[in-house]
T-cell receptor, first 119, second 112 residues
Framework: ETGVTQSPTHLIKTRGQQVTLRCSSQ?????VSWYQQALGQGPQFIFQ???????GRGNFPPRFSGLQFPNYSSELNVNALELDDSALYLC??????????????????FGPGTRLTVL | SQQGEEDPQALSIQEGENATMNCSYK?????LQWYRQNSGRGLVHLIL?????REKHSGRLRVTLDTSKKSSSLLITASRAADTASYFC????????????FGSGTRLSIRP
């Protein structure tokens, strides 16, 4: 157990709908990252939040958005769902620090993921 | 594109044998991490090696890092059935938009 929890475990939506996924970080961590993992592939970085601000974004369209709250829990929102959004969504928390405009990390602790199916 | 690429994509060995997986990456890094994933579940952190380290051990795991070749290897000694999983390397790149990027993974199967 990593101490990182995600909800819901599974979710089925239809194309065009919106979805919100939630992540509760490990105690003491200030950074949360979200990943999309398609079947048989490695996790693809969506974005990261460090101290409640977006700190890097992968190659995902603006309909993927997020929030990090003062308690460092986080949400991933996806609007206008497409069939290709079907995947396992993973969040990971870590303790990061900023050095000269870049951020360095310790290891990430992953939650169990949310399996999203878009029909 | 992926920063890290694992090699081989799939590996099947006999229980008790050693398993070696390799990872290559493209840009300078702060550190490199190895993760294990069982059957599409959450990833488990195995080991982190920093850019100024060359080798690190943790139990039956041995990781090497060659920054001149931009490559790393993960060795699992005396493999067990429970080691059957997918293994991913992830790099923490030195960039202003720092983020950790995963490779596509090696699927390891341990035959009894």
């Amino acid at each position: 157990e990593t101490g990182v929890t995600q909800s819901p475990t599974h979710l089925i939506k239809t194309r065009g709908q919106q979805v919100t996924l939630r992540c509760s970080s490990q105690s003491g961590h200030n950074t949360v990252s979200w990943y999309q993992q398609a079947l048989g592939q490695g996790p693809q970085f969506i974005f990261q939040y460090y101290r409640e601000e977006e700190n890097g974004r992968g190659n995902f369209p603006p309909r993927f958005s997020g929030l990090q709250f003062p308690n460092y829990s986080s949400e991933l929102n996806v609007n206008a769902l497409e069939l290709d959004d079907s995947a396992l969504y993973l969040c990971a928390s870590s303790l990061a620090w900023a050095v000269r405009r870049t951020t360095s990390y310790n290891e990430q602790f992953f939650g169990p993921g949310t399996r999203l199916t878009v029909l | 594109s992926q920063q890290g690429e694992e090699d081989p994509q799939a590996l099947s060995i006999q229980e008790g044998e050693n398993a070696t997986m390799n990872c290559s990456y493209k840009t300078s890094i702060n550190n490199l991490q190895w993760y294990r994933q069982n059957s599409g579940r959450g990833l488990v952190h195995l080991i982190l090696i920093r850019s100024n380290e060359r080798e690190k051990h943790s139990g039956r795991l041995r990781v090497t890092l060659d920054t001149s070749k931009k490559s790393s290897s993960l060795l699992i000694t005396a493999s067990r059935a429970a080691d059957t999983a997918s293994y991913f390397c992830a790099t923490d790149a030195r960039s202003s938009a720092s983020k950790i990027i995963f490779g596509s993974g090696t699927r390891l199967s341990i035959r009894p």
